[in-house]
Every structure is written in C-alpha cells, then in structure tokens.
C-alpha cells in the first residue's frame, strides 16, 4: 500500500512555497534560524496571519523577546490587519523573562505548555510559533538542562499535531549551517529546518534563504535571496521544470517608430521583452520613451522606470524630439518613477518595481536603463534579477522594453550588455555610432527578433523637432553613408544626374532635329519618286498606246494588202 504524500501547510510567502512544493510540512515542527535582522519573526508572522485568513487554521504566537503590543505595532506596516484576527484567529502569548528576574534552582516548560494547550483547545489553533526560542534556553543552567526542554517541547508539539514554528538566532555566518550553534542539536529532532542569512556585499545589503533539510518532501537546496517588502517576504524563485509554459501571444504592438516597426515585420510580440543596447548617448531613452508614448496612446497603462534621470527631465527632454508623454502623466496612463529613489540591493529593486507594475496595472514597463541593476554590490545577483524580472514579465503578459548602457571600451553590438540580458531578449536593437567626416550620427540594427522576419541593414537614426525616423540605407562603394557624407553624396549623384539629364534633352533636340530633317528629306524623296513613278507610268501609257496604233496600222495595212492580191478569174 503506498503511503499518502507529507500535507503542506502553505506560509502564503511568495517563493517560499514554490521552493518547498506546498509550504512547511503540516502537523510538524520546523527550525527558523538567522542573525539580527534576517526577517526570522516576521516570516513567522506572515506563516499565521495567512493559515488564521486563508487557511482556517487559527494560530498562537508565543514570544519570548517582545511585549504582543510592540510585535503588533511593527506588523502595522505590512497591512495585515493583526487587530481583525484577534482574539479568536490570532492569539500572543507574552513569555518575555521579567528584567530583574532572579533565577534560583531549575525550571521546566511543563507549565506553560499546559496553559498553551488550554488556549489551542480554546480557539481551535493549528498553529503556533515560539519566537526567540533561544532567549528561555540561555536561562536553564547546562547544556542537559536545555536539551531536556527541548525534547520536552518536541514532544509536546507532535503529541498536538501543531505545525510549529521555532525562530533562534544564530552568530556568525549561518550559511554554511546551524550545527555549530549552541541549539545545533534541534536540526535533528525538527522535519524541517530554515536558514535566513543577511549580509552585506560592498555596502549593499543582500538577504538569502536556504532550506536546510525538508523529510519527505522534495525541496530546492538552493540558496534564494529575498526581500522584506511591504506585504512582508518575497522570495526570488525562477520558473522550476515541469511548470506550466506562459501563454504567448501572436499580436503584435507599435514600438513607437513607424519605419523601426516596418523593419521588424510589423512591431513588437505582446508579452515579449525588447532589450535596447547602446553607448552613452545613442539616443535609448528616446527610443523607449517612443514606445512609452505609443503604448499610451492605444490606452495602454505604461510605468517607466528611469535610473539614469527625474521622470520631469525624461518628460522634458524627450518633448524636444516631439514625444509628448506629460499628457499621458495627466491622464494617469503613464507613471514616471526615478529608481534613485529606489535604493537597496538588486532584489530590492526587483520586488519595488513589481509592486509598482501591480499597482499601476502596467500593460507595458520600461526600464531604462536594466544595466545599473549590476552596480557595485550587486555583480554576483544582477543576471538572476534581470532572468527573474524577465520571467515574470511574460508570466503577467506584460510587454517590456529595456535598455542597456555599454561600455564605451567595448567592441559594440557583439559584447551584449552587463547583465547577458542579450541571450534572453526577444528582440535586441543594437544602436552605434559612425563617425564620418568628423560628424557622429547614430545607427539602428536590428540584432534579433525571435518568430518573426526582420530587417539586417543599418538604419540612420534621425531625430528632429518633428520626431524620431529612420533614414533609408545608402550605400556607396560597400560602405554605409551617413550624416554630411550622404548629404553630399546625394548632392553629388543628384548634380551628375541633373547634367545627365540635360545632356539627355540636349541629345533629344538634335536627334529631333535630325529626324525631322531626314522627314523632310524623305518626304522630297517620296514626292520625286511618285513623279518619277507618275512619268513612268505616262510613259508605259504613251509606248502601249504607240504600239497599239502601230499594230492596228499594221493590221489595216495586210487587210489593204490581202484585197490587192485577191486571185483573178481565168480567162475561159
């Protein structure tokens, strides 16, 4: 007979469950362990006020390090409304030490765990969290002591058939385990063991989440980082294999540029990720705001996400090319967000910007630019925020359109872009510079578009007060021209097919003159030749007529002459 799968108690911590396939394994105990500020007691939190709302499993939190009142005044922030919960969903429970506690002789849990078990009776918990468990150990005498206790309670949480929650913090580096810790033992006895790791990588803050150890359950091993945001734990987690494929959509949708569109078969994939690549200058931030503006003009709810600028600046330096997005700001289609704001790690950035889209509804986001997700401190997880941002982007149907800022030193269009967001873009345009004639103009490529044909020339990108276009290509002996070079090529060919042309009518007037000089002529020889042909004829008339008389003279004259001779009569 096979055995039924391990029931999951799902924590509502988004990731978290994914990693773990349903969530903490139900009716069992699990380790929470991390240093100062690792998020351990608000994990714990967002564990209960998810079973007390969503699961009908009301829970206790038991505290051993704070008052119940100061807990609840730092959830405020979260928005999960801890006063609706109490006291029939939500109980806490007060277990601080007094501070002039004075310890004389042993102690045991017994008592309180017979006054919790009266409270779960009470309000039908499933639940409970012993937060800070750490701080009622230090208070027994020895190592034996503490390790009694904590059988103690072991068997008391499995005899109730909680699904428990110990939080302990841990000194050091808690990534490498907790077996070094002083309550190393308790990874042995739980089913499920937690490590929250919180450091800091070149003054930039950096969370991570690893489950230790999970019994009878798959997990991932893998270390995850997350963040703390304003509904509490987010856990960066990548699309695991045999998850269901994001629909995809045939549609396509104007990048803004009429002419950019025509060179990509006809726009944009809805849902597809467009990366804009280029050196300072090359004129991305126009090139995406286009699309901004194109996206709000079919209705489209657009966030725009500027690293490099204040939104006002964006707004105004892009009317000077005719891209008016202070209308849609007006109409509250577009919202304009300065991620100097946005301050934190990678992650950080990720889970904001994503609040953001959700808040907005955006059908359309732009980022501009993605590379500074790779600053400093941010090196070794930037690639894994651009994929999860990416993932998420074609999981919500959401069309995103970002640009990458090269370096100046690097050989151009086949270096890509710091994050390798290359490799996972839909469509790459590569804009460049060409430097002629001591001119810069700018130059639009299109690298890739997955699905669809696309143009391979290079395109003059041209910006005026009328808008932004792209210039035919123009060739001259096998190389590009561009700016004043073309110009004056084209002034060239178009002078050389001027004087051409009128050499051509010069030439066109004399052979008209001649032609109509040789019609004269062969109507003169026409003329002289009916005369000729007119005396000929007379002449034949003449010479036939002449003879016909001749003949008939001829004719009469034997007739004379036949009666002369007519033969005689005989004289008898």
Known sequence: MDAAPLAKAPTGIAGFDDMTSGGLPQGRTTLLVGGPGSGKTIFAMQCLVHGARHCQEPGIFVAFEESPQRIAVNFNGFGWDLDALQPRQLAFVDAQPPPDLVQSGTFDLGGMLAALETQAQRMGARRIVFDALDIM?????????????????????????????????????????VGQQPFGFMQFMVDCAVVLNHSMALGVSQRNLRVQKYRGSTFDENESPFVIGASGFDVAITRKLGRVDNPVSTERIGSGVARLDTMLGGGYYRGATVLVTG??????????????????????????????????????????????????????????????????????????????????????????????????????????????????????????VCTSLLDELTSGAGSGSLLHVSTLADTWIHLSYLVQAGERNRGLSIIKSRGTAHSNQVRELILSNDGVTLADIYTAGGEVLMGTLRWEKERAVRLAAETAEVAARLKQVRLDAEEAELEVRLKSLQTELVAKRTEKSLLARATESLEGEASQGNTQLRELRGADEAPRALPG
Do not use: Q
């Not at 190592?143 to 302990?168: K, P």
């Open 279 to 400: 050196f300072p200058g090359t004129a991305k931030t126009t090139l995406s705001g286009a699309f901004a503006e194109a996206a709000c003009g079919r209705g489209e709810r657009t966030l725009f996400v500027s690293f490099d600028s204040d939104g006002a600046e964006v707004v105004r330096n892009l009317s000077s090319v005719s891209i008016r997005l202070d209308r849609h700001l007006e109409s509250g289609l577009l919202r304009m967000v300065s991620a100097r704001t946005l301050l934190g790690s990678a992650e950080t950035l990720l889970v904001r910007i994503k609040t953001l889209a959700r808040s907005h509804g955006a059908r359309c986001i732009v980022i501009d630019p993605v590379s500074t997700l790779s600053t400093a401190g941010n090196e070794l997880t930037a690639h894994a925020v651009a994929e999860r941002l990416i993932d998420w982007s074609k999981a919500e149907g959401v069309t995103l």
């Open 137 to 177: 150990l230090a208070l027994l005498p020895n190592a034996g002591a503490r390790r009694r206790e904590v059988y103690r309670l072991h068997g008391w949480l499995n005899a109730c058939g909680f699904t428990a929650l110990i939080t302990a913090k841990a000194d050091g580096d808690t990534s490498h385990g």
